[in-house]
C-alpha cells in the first residue's frame, strides 16, 4: 500500500512539473496572439495587459490590406508541399537502399553523407547560390525546391527505420516473384507510414520556417516567401509591435494546424524505428 501510494506521489509531482513547463512554453506563443489582438497604443503600455481588455482585429484587417501577403502565402505552400512530397519520396528510397542492399561502399557513402549535417548551412550558402546562378534558376520555383529535396536528416530517419524491417519480409516477396519496385511500393512503403509521417511534419514545418535561401535567392517581392517577406514588413513598419505579432500569428497557424491534426505521428516518432 505504501509503495503504491509513493508511486502515486511520485507521478503527480512528475505532472506538475511537467504542467509547469509546458505553461512556461505557452507563455511566448500567448503573448504573441494576445498582443496581435491588441491596439498598437497600448502595446508598450507598462504594466502590460496580461488580457487585452478591448481586443481588435484592425491588426489583421491591416496585414491582409497588402494583397501581397497572399501570393506570399501561396509560394509558401508550394515551395513547402513540394520539398515535403519530394524529400519523403527520395528520402525513402534511399534509406531502403542504404539500409536492405549491400554494394561497395554503402556504409562509406552513408557516413559521409551524414557527415554533411555537422556543415553550418551558411558555409554552404555562397556556393549554391553560384551554381544556382549558373543555371539561370534565381528568383524561380525550382531554386526554392531542389536544394532541399534530399536532406541528410531524413535519408538518416528512413534508414534506421528501415533496418528493423525484416529483411524475411522482403525476401518473401522476391520468392513470390515481386520486383524490386513492387516489393518497395507495395510492401516497405505501407510499413514505413508512421516514419514517413514524421519525416513530412519535420520537413514541411522546417521550410514553411525557412528564411535565409529564400530571401538570398530570390530578387522579386512576388517571389518571396511567407517568412522572407514578413521581414519586408518590419523594415516598413519597425514599431507597430501589434502588427507583426499579428503577421507572426497569421504565420504560426499552418504549423499549429500541422500539429494539431498529426500530433499523434509526433509521439509516435519517439519510437519510430519500432515494427509492430
Do not use: H
Not at 214 to 229: C, D, H, I, W, Y
Amino acid at each position: 500500500m505504501r509503495a503504491k501510494t509513493k508511486t502515486n506521489i511520485k507521478k503527480a509531482i512528475s505532472l506538475l512539473i511537467l504542467g509547469i513547463l509546458a505553461s512556461l512554453a505557452f507563455i511566448p506563443l500567448y503573448w504573441m496572439v494576445a498582443t496581435a489582438f491588441t491596439k498598437p497604443s497600448l502595446t508598450l503600455k507598462f504594466p502590460p495587459e496580461i488580457i487585452p481588455r478591448n481586443p481588435t482585429l484592425d491588426n489583421f484587417k491591416e496585414l491582409f490590406q497588402r494583397k501581397i501577403i497572399f501570393r506570399w502565402t501561396l509560394n509558401s505552400v508550394i515551395v513547402s508541399g513540394s520539398v515535403t512530397i519530394a524529400q519523403i519520396f527520395f528520402c525513402a528510397m534511399a534509406g531502403y537502399s542504404l539500409a536492405k542492399k549491400r554494394f561497395p561502399g554503402g556504409k562509406a557513402l552513408f557516413s559521409v553523407y551524414i557527415a554533411s549535417m555537422m556543415i553550418p548551412t551558411q558555409v554552404t550558402l555562397v556556393p549554391l547560390y553560384i551554381m544556382i546562378a549558373r543555371m539561370g534558376l534565381v528568383n524561380t520555383y525550382a531554386a526554392l525546391i531542389l536544394p532541399a529535396i534530399a536532406a541528410p536528416f531524413g535519408v538518416f530517419l528512413m534508414r534506421q527505420f528501415m533496418l528493423s524491417v525484416p529483411s524475411e519480409i522482403i525476401e518473401a516477396a522476391r520468392i513470390d516473384g515481386a520486383s524490386e519496385f513492387r516489393t518497395f511500393t507495395k510492401i516497405i512503403i505501407p510499413i514505413s507510414k508512421p516514419a514517413m509521417a514524421v519525416l513530412g511534419i519535420f520537413t514541411f514545418v522546417g521550410q514553411w520556417n525557412s528564411f535565409l535561401w529564400p530571401l538570398v535567392v530570390t530578387n522579386t517581392s512576388e517571389m518571396r516567401v511567407l517568412q522572407a517577406g514578413l521581414s519586408l514588413l518590419q523594415e516598413q513598419v519597425p514599431m507597430q509591435y501589434s502588427y507583426l505579432m499579428a503577421s507572426a500569428t497569421y504565420s504560426a497557424i499552418p504549423m499549429i494546424i500541422v500539429f494539431l491534426a498529426f500530433q499523434k505521428y509526433f509521439l509516435r516518432g519517439i519510437t519510430v524505428g519500432a515494427v509492430k
